[in-house]
């Protein structure tokens, strides 16, 4: 069993009981998505970011581990960006099968190069760029040299996706994050034919490579601007709907409401945050599934006593204590 609440804290420098971990065996992802739907109202699970370098893929949740004694019931990968990083792919892989093993669910972003360049690329000016609207058109537009170099990009990936869905993992997918952002190459592409067409274009094509594996997140930031269904993709494309918080420390009511109105009956998620959820978030806005500390933040934007008062939350849910069968 687990000690919950403020004496958990009080005894965390003295002993801390782990639960031991609930293996996850292979598993469809249906039931992956059930039990996300199944969580909401009644506890939200715990995730932490591992960015880069590939070489250390769950350097974060070390940290959570030595803070709180528990390991987060959701571990959080990038497929990355960097040359050094891309040619260490496997290592990021061969982590998130063990994560899974272990008891954790697993979730994969992407920094992803523009197809206007090379398949590796630095974060300022290969990641974080801007291309014009007629290249932009190009990618989205079948059969055109940027489209097919979009697709080819996806291709890169499929044998490590395909390494997942053979061991029977379940992947929470969140390609082109924050679609509403102007930081990246894909984002403030409103419209129809913006973001939203990327997105489904690179769905269809991973879909067609048979990796019915992928639990497909849709994402935006926290922005003031609003109008987040105007990059929506369509249910038919979305499996769950999500939303990075980095505008404030927590979601406010109204964002919580402007998800809820896109996903409806999907389940919703936070999928980056750099402040721990507190007991007034964790109480009020309880149909978010599962939340994800970026990286850094963990220590760099919380203390270890704000970070244990979340693990041990009644609501949160830690590895050994998420169920998906």
Same mark, same amino acid.
């Given at each position: 069993?687990?000690?919950?609440? !403020?004496?958990? =804290? ?6 801390? =009981? ?33 960015? @880069?370098?590939?070489?250390?893929? !769950? ?25 050094? &990083?891309? %040619? #260490? ?9 063990? @994560?899974?093993? *272990? ?29 014009? &609207? ?11 040299a940027l489209n097919q170099a979009w697709k080819r990009r996806l291709d890169e990936v499929v044998p490590y996706l395909r390494q997942l869905k053979d061991a029977g993992v379940p992947v929470l997918f969140r390609p082109l994050h924050e679609m509403n952002? !102007?930081? *990246?190459? /894909? ?19 991973? #879909?067609?490579?048979?990796? &019915?594996?992928?639990? /497909? ?21 979305? #499996? ?12 406010? %009511? %109204? ?16 999928? @980056?945050?750099?402040?721990?959820? #507190? *007991?007034?978030?964790?109480? !009020? ?8 500390? /970026? ?8 203390? *270890?006593? @704000? ?19």
């Amino acid at each position: 069993m687990r000690v919950r609440g !403020s004496m958990a =804290v009080a005894l965390l420098a003295a002993a801390v =009981v782990v639960p031991a971990a609930q293996a996850f065996p292979p598993t469809p992802k249906q039931q992956v998505l059930d039990h996300l739907r199944a969580t909401a109202g009644g506890g939200v699970i715990s995730g932490q970011h591992n960015k @880069e370098p590939a070489s250390l893929p !769950s350097q974060y949740t070390a940290q959570v581990h030595a803070i709180t004694g528990q390991y987060p019931g959701l571990w959080g990968g990038d497929l990355m960006f960097r040359a050094p &990083d891309v %040619a #260490d792919r496997q290592h990021v892989i061969d982590q998130a099968r063990t @994560e899974w093993a *272990n008891g954790s669910l697993v979730t994969l972003t992407w920094h992803v190069c523009t197809p206007t360049g090379p398949s590796t690329c630095e974060f300022e000016g290969g990641v974080k760029t801007r291309i014009d &609207d007629e290249q932009f058109r190009q990618v989205v537009t079948e059969g055109t040299a940027l489209n097919q170099a979009w697709k080819r990009r996806l291709d890169e990936v499929v044998p490590y996706l395909r390494q997942l869905k053979d061991a029977g993992v379940p992947v929470l997918f969140r390609p082109l994050h924050e679609m509403n952002e !102007s930081w *990246n190459w /894909w984002g403030n592409r409103p419209g129809p034919d913006g973001g939203a067409e990327l997105y489904r274009i690179t769905r269809d094509h991973l #879909d067609g490579q048979g990796l &019915d594996n992928l639990i /497909w997140v849709w994402n935006v930031q926290d922005n003031p601007n609003g109008g987040w269904a105007q990059y929506y993709p369509g249910e038919d494309y979305v #499996d769950l709907v999500s939303l990075d918080v980095w505008y404030k420390n927590h979601p406010s %009511a %109204a964002d919580y409401q402007q998800l809820l109105g896109i996903a409806g009956q999907k389940p919703v998620a936070v999928a @980056e945050m750099g402040k721990i959820p #507190d *007991n007034a978030m964790l109480t !009020s806005q309880t149909r978010w599934s599962y939340f994800m500390i /970026w990286s850094e933040q963990l220590r760099g934007n919380n203390t *270890n006593a @704000e970070i244990q008062a979340g693990y041990f939350h009644p609501r949160v849910l830690n590895q050994g204590e998420v169920q998906v069968g």
